[in-house]
DNA sequence: TTATTTGGTTTATAATATAAACTACTTTAT
DNA sequence: ATAAAGTAGTTTATATTATAAACCAAATAA
C-alpha cells in the first residue's frame, strides 16, 4: 500500500528541477533558479545532492564570459521519477 | 506551475496517515502503526503535528481496560489534502 | 510476584532544508 | 583607471524535521 518514497525526490525544490528536467534536453542554472523561484543557494545545494545521486549530470562552461551551470536528468534519473511517482499514487490515489 | 506544497502533508508518514483517514469513519493508534508500518514514537510525534494543524482530531478512550487514541480527519484536513494533491500535479503532471 | 506485552509519550540525535554570507568575476558609471 | 553594482554561483551556519531510543503506566502471562 504505502511503498517507501525516495527521500531525494520527496523534496519540494529537488523534485520540481526533476520535473523542469525531464522535459527538456537540458536547463542552466539560472533558467532552474527562475522556473522554482528558489535562492541560488538552496538551488546550489540541492542540484549538488541530484548529482551525486546520479539523477542528473552537471557540466560547467561559459556563456560569452560568465560561468554557466547546465543541468540533464540522466537514464537513472527518469526511472527514479517514474518510480517515484508510481509510489506517490498509492499514497494519494489514482 | 509549482505551486508551494503544504509542508504539514509533505512528509512520508503523515501523508500515509491522511490517506488513510481520508478513506475511514476514524482508525486508531494501532491501526495506523500496522497499516503504516512507523514506530509508534514517529507516529506519536506526526499525529500530535496533524492535530496541532487541524488536520485531525484526536480522542482519547479506553477499549476494555487498554488505553485507545482514535484519530479522525477534519474538514481542514480532507481540503488541505485535495489541495496538496492538486498542488502535487503541478509537479509530476497528470 | 516478577516478567512481558501493550499503548503510548518524551527526549535526544541525525538528517534536511534554507538563508545568509561569501567568492569570483563582469559590466557600468565616474 | 577605479569604484560601485550586478551576475553566477558556492560554502557555511542555523533552523526545522524526522526518527529512533529511552522511558512510563497499566495490563496480562508465567
Same mark, same amino acid.
Given at each position: 500500500m504505502?511503498?517507501?518514497?525516495?527521500?531525494?525526490?520527496?523534496?519540494?525544490?529537488r523534485?520540481?528541477?526533476?520535473?523542469?528536467?525531464i522535459?527538456?534536453?537540458?536547463?542552466?542554472?539560472?533558467?532552474?533558479r527562475?522556473?522554482?523561484? %528558489?535562492t541560488?543557494?538552496? !538551488?546550489?545545494?540541492q +542540484?549538488? @545532492?541530484l548529482?551525486?545521486?546520479?539523477?542528473?549530470?552537471?557540466?560547467?562552461?561559459?556563456?560569452?564570459?560568465?560561468?554557466?551551470?547546465?543541468?540533464?536528468?540522466?537514464?537513472?534519473?527518469?526511472?527514479?521519477?517514474? %518510480?517515484?511517482?508510481?509510489? !506517490?499514487?498509492?499514497? +494519494?490515489g @489514482?
Amino acid at each position: 500500500m504505502f511503498k517507501a518514497l525516495d527521500p531525494l525526490l520527496h523534496s519540494e525544490l529537488r523534485l520540481a528541477v526533476m520535473s523542469l528536467l525531464i522535459g527538456v534536453e537540458e536547463a542552466d542554472f539560472v533558467f532552474l533558479r527562475n522556473k522554482t523561484g %528558489a535562492t541560488a543557494g538552496n !538551488l546550489s545545494v540541492q +542540484i549538488d @545532492k541530484l548529482q551525486r545521486a546520479g539523477y542528473i549530470s552537471i557540466s560547467k562552461g561559459f556563456n560569452g564570459k560568465m560561468p554557466r551551470t547546465t543541468c540533464c536528468i540522466t537514464d537513472e534519473g527518469r526511472s527514479a521519477f517514474a %518510480a517515484y511517482v508510481e509510489a !506517490l499514487r498509492g499514497y +494519494i490515489g @489514482k
